[in-house]
């Protein structure tokens, strides 16, 4: 085991994490409302977020963690709706939680995705929540595109291949080749409907956006304001596999720019935190900070309605349950520049 495998188990068993915790006085940032809740205590007791009250109002259990917030603001767990993980490799997992993504869509991973996915939920493995397409559907043509990818060359095996991604715990389908012929790129995403998997990803460059949106493409990237003021759904994501795009990091810039194109902080930072859950139908469990929902949460110096880049300044993270201090995440952090440096 690395040095990595070793301070994440530490985290884990030791200082990762309590039987519960409680975040004294500080500013919940609720993303229905839009407003900062000041002077909260917010109980965690295992994973799951106990308790969100004024000071006072919350009997905290015996043994309960302490940490004075005054003066913290508190957001859900961030995501990021368009990564690639297992081309990283599974040290960099830990990467995401160290930058508060708790939760990912990963639209691109070899089939060991759905392994570590299993294992972080069941807490015994550091990283974000993850919601996989398994591997990406490409027209099979010339050279091999690599593992993430899976190529078909008619629309019965389009259609065979969407089953088994559905049987293998998919979330969604990834449909990833621009040139796809229109037959193999329909029968995939009829299939697709079918297994009530939504589709993500590019419509084929002879069918028209708004006629692919209605054969069943769920999502795409395009044009953030123009898109917003539409009413369009807009989802945080930042590609990271692709060139110059870094696990985690890149969040932040990808919000900073958002709010750039026009959005406010808030709409951008709702970008990455309620709305992915609503896109995902997992709202009533993530996505806000509401007792009964789970504990992903990320503890800042300072107000990010007040400025966006404030998400960067991150003193705390708790990722399932697991409150990681700002020592905790730093450690992280070290270990994942030693390795890039290697």
Same mark, same amino acid.
């Given at each position: 085991?690395?040095?990595?495998?070793?301070?994440?188990?530490?985290?884990?068993?030791?200082?990762?994490?309590?039987?519960?915790?409680?975040?004294?006085?500080?500013?919940?940032?609720?993303?229905?409302?839009?407003?900062?809740?000041?002077?909260?205590?917010?109980?965690?007791?295992?994973?799951?977020?106990?308790?969100?009250?004024?000071?006072?109002?919350?009997?905290?259990?015996?043994?309960?963690?302490?940490?004075?917030?005054?003066?913290?603001?508190?957001?859900?767990?961030?995501?990021?709706?368009?990564?690639?993980?297992?081309?990283?490799?599974?040290?960099?997992?830990?990467?995401?939680?160290?930058?508060?993504?708790?939760?990912?869509?990963?639209?691109?991973?070899?089939?060991?995705?759905?392994?570590?996915?299993?294992?972080?939920?069941?807490?015994?493995?550091?990283?974000?929540?993850?919601?996989?397409?398994?591997?990406?559907?490409?027209?099979?043509?010339?050279?091999?595109?690599?593992?993430?990818?899976?190529?078909?060359?008619?629309?019965?095996?389009?259609?065979?291949?969407?089953?088994?991604?559905?049987?293998?715990?998919?979330?969604?389908?990834?449909?990833?080749?621009?040139?796809?012929?229109?037959?193999?790129?329909?029968?995939?995403?009829?299939?697709?409907?079918?297994?009530?998997?939504?589709?993500?990803?590019?419509?084929?460059?002879?069918?028209?956006?708004?006629?692919?949106?209605?054969?069943?493409?769920?999502?795409?990237?395009?044009?953030?304001?123009?898109?917003?003021?539409?009413?369009?759904?807009?989802?945080?994501?930042?590609?990271?596999?692709?060139?110059? =795009?870094?696990? !985690? %990091?890149?969040?932040?810039?990808? $919000?900073?720019?958002? /709010?750039?194109?026009?959005?406010? *902080? +808030?709409?951008?930072?709702?970008?990455?935190?309620?709305?992915?859950?609503?896109?995902?139908?997992?709202? =009533?469990?993530? !996505? %806000?900070?509401?007792?009964?929902? $789970?504990?992903?949460? /990320?503890?800042?110096?300072?107000? *990010? +309605?007040?400025?966006?880049?404030?998400?960067?300044?991150?003193?705390?993270?708790?990722?399932?349950?697991?409150?990681?201090?700002?020592?905790?995440?730093?450690?992280? $952090?070290?270990?994942?520049?030693?390795?890039?440096?290697?």
């Amino acid at each position: 085991m690395g040095w990595l495998g070793s301070l994440v188990v530490a985290l884990l068993v030791s200082g990762g994490g309590s039987e519960s915790v409680a975040l004294v006085g500080v500013g919940v940032v609720d993303m229905e409302s839009g407003e900062v809740l000041p002077g909260q205590t917010v109980l965690i007791v295992g994973r799951e977020i106990r308790a969100v009250a004024s000071e006072g109002e919350v009997e905290l259990p015996q043994g309960v963690t302490i940490v004075n917030a005054e003066g913290n603001f508190l957001i859900p767990g961030l995501w990021d709706t368009h990564v690639h993980v297992t081309p990283f490799g599974e040290g960099v997992l830990p990467l995401f939680v160290a930058y508060g993504v708790t939760a990912v869509r990963d639209v691109g991973s070899t089939d060991a995705i759905f392994r570590w996915r299993e294992e972080i939920a069941a807490g015994a493995r550091l990283g974000p929540r993850i919601w996989t397409s398994g591997r990406m559907l490409a027209q099979a043509r010339g050279a091999d595109p690599g593992p993430e990818w899976e190529r078909v060359d008619s629309p019965a095996a389009a259609r065979q291949a969407v089953a088994a991604r559905r049987t293998e715990g998919a979330d969604l389908l990834k449909m990833q080749d621009s040139f796809m012929e229109r037959g193999l790129w329909s029968a995939a995403v009829a299939e697709a409907t079918l297994h009530g998997l939504p589709v993500a990803g590019h419509a084929p460059v002879d069918v028209p956006l708004t006629e692919a949106i209605e054969l069943g493409l769920g999502s795409t990237e395009q044009i953030v304001l123009a898109l917003h003021r539409a009413g369009v759904t807009i989802l945080a994501g930042t590609d990271a596999w692709a060139m110059y =795009d870094f696990p !985690g %990091s890149d969040l932040h810039s990808e $919000l900073w720019h958002m /709010v750039q194109a026009g959005l406010t *902080p +808030l709409e951008a930072l709702r970008t990455a935190t309620l709305t992915p859950a609503q896109y995902m139908r997992v709202a =009533d469990s993530v !996505g %806000s900070i509401r007792p009964g929902k $789970l504990a992903d949460l /990320v503890l800042l110096d300072a107000d *990010p +309605l007040a400025d966006i880049r404030n998400t960067e300044r991150i003193a705390a993270v708790v990722a399932n349950g697991r409150y990681l201090d700002r020592p905790a995440l730093d450690l992280l $952090l070290a270990e994942a520049r030693r390795v890039h440096q290697r």
